[in-house]
């Protein structure tokens, strides 16, 4: 994976907030996620250029590989991060604008917030 492409997160102790490098969509969207040989059904509840927040009733482990089917679309993707139900994804590539655009068009809520 490129330095580019990876999420970046930092923090700005003088303000105290998080930092990220692509801004986030805040949607509510059912996908598929590959994984070990089989699939599971998750909701995406933010999406940007680089990952996404989603949640699922049996979440995969950090450092997971999977495969998320959004629309019929196919993104690689990894687990960097899961709490309970809820997990991070970074994407091996990162989505264009024209792609989010798709996304957010069909999720079954969009937020018109930009996070």
Request: hydrophobic share 40%; proline share 3%.
């Amino acid at each position: 994976m490129r330095d580019e492409d990876k999420r970046e997160d930092r923090r700005d102790d003088r303000q105290g907030e998080r930092l990220r490098k692509w801004s986030r969509r805040k949607i509510f969207h059912p996908v598929e996620l590959r994984i070990g040989g089989g699939s599971r059904r998750a909701h995406l509840l933010d999406l940007s250029a680089g990952g996404a927040l989603a949640h699922c009733r049996n979440p995969p482990t950090t450092g997971a590989s999977l495969v998320l089917v959004i629309g019929g679309a196919l993104h690689t993707a990894s687990v960097v991060w899961q709490d309970g139900l809820r997990f991070g994804l970074a994407f091996r590539f990162r989505l264009d604008r024209a792609e989010i655009d798709r996304i957010v068009a069909q999720a079954t809520v969009a937020v018109g917030l930009t996070l």
